[in-house]
């Protein structure tokens, strides 16, 4: 069992910055794919980004591309988030999502382990 945490989410004003992290457990963190992902109020769940284990070729939404940066440090069990720019569109919950096998997918089907996720409100 991977236990998955989502920490970082606030209230910003738009044109401003936050960093989420994601910790999860387990001794082979470095072999793990994490998503993240967020769902706004009435509307599904979205993909926001991915990274596999190796840190290679991270992807991202269209929505958040250039905005966005997902980076991992095995070191620390952490995955981060880090936000520039931030629209009120971009206000939802985000979770952080964990394949152990190490398979980056935009789907969210593919991951096994969700964090409890944590808000992020962009005002205007």
């Known amino acids: 069992q991977v236990q998955v945490v989502e920490s970082g989410g606030g209230l910003v004003q738009a044109g401003g910055s936050l960093r989420l992290s994601c910790t999860a457990s387990?001794?082979?963190?470095?072999?793990?794919?994490t998503g993240w992902f967020r769902q706004a109020a009435g509307k599904e769940r979205e993909f926001v980004a991915h990274?596999?284990?190796?840190?290679?070729?991270?992807d991202y939404a269209a929505s958040v591309k250039g905005r966005f940066t997902i980076v991992r440090d095995d070191a620390e069990n952490t995955v981060h988030l880090p936000m520039n720019n931030l629209k009120p569109e971009d206000t939802a919950v985000y979770y952080c999502?964990?394949?152990?096998?190490?398979?980056?997918?935009?789907?969210?089907?593919?991951?096994?382990?969700w964090g409890q996720g944590t808000q992020v409100t962009v005002s205007s």
């Open positions: 990274i596999s284990w190796s840190g290679a070729s991270p």
């Open positions: 999502a964990v394949d152990p096998w190490g398979r980056a997918t935009i789907h969210s089907s593919g991951y096994d382990y």
């Open positions: 387990g001794r082979t963190f470095s072999r793990y794919a």
